[in-house]
């Protein structure tokens, strides 16, 4: 037997940043929404843990048990006193390194495949509980939707959303590490007073309504400074998407994708168009939102 789940990418429409904890941690506001980008994890048992991984930048995942996908596995094996004999083959859609969570999107999809598979009858809480150990995204991973993200952004709160929202995502020539980019943020905040970060009641009304033009006016993103500081030639891609008619753009949590709302499907294919003739990125995809978490598809 085998199980398959699908899980999603996601998007920052706000993200706010803290300062550093004590433990170097940031304290978060980061509203997420699940879109249509995906990866695939299917398990299988095997004779022994083993990760495997297909699609666009496959070369770059890592296959040991750093990979979330392999920790979530253990974790939830850890738990419940399973051997941890499976295969987990990744099937990637959603950009690696690219502030989009696709990392976390294995670790999610793997720890939902293997309590399938081994039928440990865990609680949704207790898999959230996994997900939050595992990092500060995994578990809107399993969730999708909407969500404000308090704490690290591992507390999770469902937002309401009143439409669909179109987007398009311009994939950068390369990827950006998240704790260099939150490096930046300290480098570029040190000796500042960094204000308690907030959801902006603006940009929840405009999500909760589904307007994109309200949305456009409240979307923010922190941490897009540092990313610009690490990676400048992203001001170019985001230029790009304006020019060509975005309601908004901005860095995608850490990035380096960049991300642009459209006011409709239509727009968002213009304005792929334009990107991708533009020659500020390496490739671009539309998706819209908000889809549902962490699915099993197949089993």
Known sequence: MSVTVRVPAKVNVQLAVGAARPDGFHDLANVFLAVGLHDEVTVTPAEELRVTCEGPDAAQVPLDRTNLAARAALALAGRYGIEPAVHLHIAKDIPVAGGMAGGSADGAGALLACDTLWGTGASREELLDICAELGSDVPFSLVGGAALGTGRGEKLRPLDVGGDFSWVFAMAERGLSTPA??????????????????????????????????????????????????????????????????????????????????????????IADALRASGTCRAVRTASGPVPGATVIGA
């Open 181 to 270: 980019v939150f490096r930046e943020f300290d480098r570029l905040t040190e000796g500042l007073d960094v204000p308690e970060p907030v959801a902006s009641e603006a940009l929840l009304d405009a999500l909760a309504k589904g307007d994109p033009e309200a949305l456009a006016a409240a979307v923010s993103n922190d941490l897009q400074p540092a990313a610009l500081s690490l990676f400048p030639e992203l001001a170019d891609t985001l230029a790009a998407g304006s020019a060509a008619g975005a309601l908004a753009g901005l860095v995608s949590g850490s990035g380096p994708t960049t991300a642009f709302l459209a006011r409709d499907a239509g727009a968002a294919v213009k």
